[in-house]
């Protein structure tokens, strides 16, 4: 494990690829006996991650990402990140940032401290592959594994992850499962990892937005020392979301253990994972904590005046968007032949001034219940966001996809993307960890 830390804190010499632009080449340093502060950004999106972190102003370098959406012949989230920041060389000189990460050689990927990723939420399930080297084998076309396999071969010490809040309970038919995989796969490299669900809102956003974020450890790290503490104060003081995102003292533990082989997890592992939680050496303790809230930006104060009538909600659709967004009850027939009757409250219509808006989904802007409707500042017209609102949403820099993609495209790309403060949020305390990796 030493080895994987020396390959982040050693005296950099190595020369930037010749040949094609480059302003993702982290393999200059100062000079010195001190932890690298470098980024690799999987499923990197439009750039949240590296966006979040460039805020901080305090050295961190991402010296590779990768980006690609399946089925799609332009990759437009791709091109809006090179826009942004250049392109990435791997190790071999090589330019494969925007290829399907499952045919990358992760040799390949340069050096890093930390790994990040928002990766999707999908069926972590297993199979026994004996004959094989493996032993276990991922489900197919599953992205955890590439991030799992990544860290296999490139070994960061730290690792910042994100997902939607339902993981820590899928599937619906083994609650708990998916997530005590990942925890699993965790372990067996030699990880420590702490959780939050955390809802942007609460912490100064302009969403009410709900996502599970990851932060894990390698166990040969000087930060790992945290261990040794009780679980209830990593997980209500000590520990980085703790420290990123306040809660309250008073919290209950409830802890579990890891079955040691994966496919045991995968086939028997069922846990009510909480809010908040902290694993080590294959035990789990998790809790519900509670925020300590902080003003949130609200949806009235991101909009802007309107002149294209484009955006607006004529009277002949407004019909339309008022049963969407209203209440309603529906008989259906499940497969089975069942009967039920399907039910759903009313949505804010048009959606509220004086709190943060609703969670944004890849579908904003098209004609649904979830897309949001808001009376226009300057008209008082019913029309759908703007582009721009939609990046103000989530933390991004006004006009961030406006890279010639299509409108549809910046809504779906917003829809993908995470609250980018709350990643400055934990950023700044990783600074604080990593000054102590010297």
Not at 66 to 75: A, D, I, T, Y
Not at 289 to 300: F, I, S
Request: charged share 25%.
């Amino acid at each position: 494990m030493i080895d994987g830390l020396r390959s982040v804190i050693r005296r950099c010499s190595v020369p930037a690829p010749a040949g094609r632009p480059n302003k993702c080449d982290g393999n200059f340093c100062q000079g010195g006996l001190t932890m690298e502060k470098k980024i690799c950004e999987l499923f990197a999106g439009v750039g949240g991650f590296r966006l979040g972190f460039d805020r901080l102003n305090s050295g961190w370098e991402t010296v590779w990402f990768s980006q690609w959406e399946p089925g799609k012949k332009v990759q437009w989230a791709h091109d809006c990140y090179v826009s942004h920041f250049g392109e990435c060389a791997d190790l071999n000189g090589e330019f494969h940032t925007g290829e399907d990460i499952s045919t990358v050689d992760k040799a390949s990927i340069p050096d890093h401290t930390l790994l990040v990723g928002g990766f999707p939420c999908q069926d972590y399930s297993v199979a026994h592959t004996l004959k094989s080297s493996k032993g276990i084998e991922g489900k197919k076309g599953v992205l955890w594994w590439q991030i799992r396999d990544t860290l296999e071969k490139k070994n960061a010490p730290f690792v910042l992850l994100e997902n939607v809040d339902r993981l820590l309970k899928s599937p619906a038919k083994q609650r708990g499962r998916d997530f005590g995989m990942i925890l699993a796969c965790l372990r067996d490299l030699g990880y420590s990892a702490e959780w939050r669900v955390i809802n942007a809102a609460e912490y100064g956003g302009a969403q009410r937005r709900r996502r599970t974020f990851i932060f894990a450890y390698r166990n040969d790290t000087n930060h790992a020392s945290i261990n040794s503490q009780p679980p209830e104060e990593i997980i209500t003081r000590t520990g980085l979301m703790a420290q990123a995102f306040p809660v309250g003292p008073d919290t209950e533990v409830s802890s579990t253990n890891l079955p040691a082989d994966l496919v045991e997890v995968s086939d028997t592992f069922s846990f009510p994972f909480k809010s908040a939680g902290f694993m080590t050496d294959g035990t789990i303790y998790t809790a519900d904590v509670e925020e300590k809230a902080e003003v949130p930006v609200l949806l009235g104060q991101i909009l802007e005046k309107c002149t294209d009538e484009d955006f607006y909600i004529s009277v002949d659709d407004l019909k339309d968007w008022t049963y969407l967004k209203g209440s309603k009850k529906i008989p259906r027939t499940a497969a089975n032949g069942h009967e039920y009757v399907f039910s759903e409250g009313p949505v804010g219509f048009p959606d509220s001034w004086d709190k943060p808006s609703r969670t944004m989904l890849t579908s904003e802007s098209t004609k649904n219940r979830s897309t949001h409707v808001v009376a226009d500042p300057g008209t008082g017209r019913l029309r759908i966001l703007l582009p721009l609102e939609a990046e103000r949403l989530q933390g991004f820099d006004d006009n961030w996809t406006d890279t010639g993609m299509p409108r549809r495209m910046r809504y779906f790309c917003m829809g993908n993307a995470l609250v980018v403060p709350m990643i400055t949020r934990m950023g700044k305390v990783l600074d604080q960890i990593i000054a102590k990796e010297k």
